[in-house]
């Protein structure tokens, strides 16, 4: 009976415990996912023109001071282009489990990574933000190395 009662209070105080201390990973992932208002990003590539919203992470702050940026951004798995960038992003990665089409995330500290179709991942990225509107968006990206701008939006 004491065992059972010990067993029942140390569950206890670790649930309170965790919930102190932001546990859920979820709850992260959550902040790490907010649009941020009046932080649009234009894409062109291919001489087709998409809208992202970045959003409210120290990584995306970053990436948009870093703005504007013509990079040539290099074909991997007929899924998403990526490109080296020279200095490392701050950091908070985690597994999104699946990658939707219009992902804009980080690998690493340093590799920014535009996703053009949607897919299962074991890999953890840190999320830097969306495409709005992906509509043409597979088939302005899924032709090989492509050079793709990222510009504020005005």
Do not use: H, W
Not at 3 to 19: K, Y
Not at 91 to 117: C, E, H, R, W
């Amino acid at each position: 009976m004491r065992r059972t009662s010990f067993i029942m209070i140390l569950t206890f105080v670790s649930m309170l415990l965790c919930s102190a201390s932001s546990c859920d990973k979820n709850d992260s992932e959550t902040k790490n996912n907010t649009p941020m208002p009046n932080r649009k990003v234009k894409i062109t590539a291919n001489s087709q023109t998409f809208t992202a919203t970045l959003y409210d992470n120290a990584t995306a702050k970053v990436f948009q001071e870093m703005l504007p940026l013509t990079i040539n951004m290099i074909e991997l798995n007929g899924n998403e282009k990526y490109y080296d960038l020279p200095n490392s992003l701050p950091t908070n990665s985690s597994n999104p489990a699946t990658i939707q089409n219009g992902d804009l995330m980080l690998y690493g500290s340093q590799t920014l990574v535009l996703f053009y179709k949607s897919f299962s991942t074991s890999y953890s990225y840190t999320r830097l933000g969306k495409v709005d509107d992906v509509t043409g968006l597979d088939s302005a990206l899924d032709s090989g190395n492509i050079t793709v701008t990222f510009e504020m939006e005005k």
